[in-house]
């Protein structure tokens, strides 16, 4: 009898020590992994137009563009402020407004529009990425290579502009000869 109630004794014991050494071990784990194996800076492009009522806005104009150089390899235990994070998300360099630098996960089409303060009623655009129309673009996820077309207002001829839509070939040329940072 004794002996059975010390069985069930290790089998409630195990029953929590296992989970508390399996989390133990995730917590560490996620301490460690930074340091051990540290995540690869984001870095890619995509290319972008806007048509507004029948013709393509251009983006660059200084205003548009991210004066800050690309961060590929920040300082340790540096801290970007929120404007910094916003604006690394998706941003426009040396004056060329169709191709948007990205060095953030997750960057959205709507970071870009933010970022260059370019005001957009989403629910009235017309987008179309690499080709086929979206609905909600601005919750998209820009991918490296991207090419989103964007129609606002009226009378837009939507396949003559389709056919402008930046190409790979554009965004990797760009990429190799962007003054402040390249293709990582």
């Known amino acids: 009898m004794v002996a059975m109630n010390n069985t069930k004794l290790m089998r409630r014991l195990l029953y929590i020590a296992v ?20 995540e690869k800076p984001v870095h890619y492009h995509a290319g ?13 104009d200084q205003k548009y563009m991210s004066i800050k150089p690309c961060v590929l390899d920040k300082a340790k235990n540096h801290e970007d402020s929120e ?3 916003q604006r ?31 005001d957009l009623n989403y629910a009235e655009v017309e987008a179309y990425i690499n080709g086929k ?8 996820t ?10 606002v207002g009226n009378g837009n001829n939507v396949n003559n ?5 930046v190409t790979k070939k554009h965004i990797q040329e760009v990429a190799s000869k ?5 293709e990582s």
């Open 133 to 140: 129309k979206v609905t909600n673009f601005q919750d998209s």
């Open 83 to 85: 404007e910094d994070t």
């Open 161 to 165: 502009f389709l056919s402008r839509a």
């Open 19 to 38: 989970p508390i050494f399996l989390i133990s071990l995730a917590w560490f784990v996620s301490l460690v992994k930074d340091k051990i194996l540290p």
């Open 48 to 60: 972008f137009i806007v048509i507004k009522d029948n013709q393509q806005v251009s983006f660059s």
């Open 142 to 151: 820009i991918w490296p290579y991207d090419s989103l077309v964007a129609f």
């Open 178 to 182: 962007s003054e402040d940072c390249g």
């Open 88 to 118: 690394e998300k998706a941003h426009l360099h040396d004056s060329i407004g169709d191709v948007v630098h990205v060095e953030a996960r997750g960057a959205k089409w709507k970071d870009l529009f933010t970022n260059i303060t370019y």
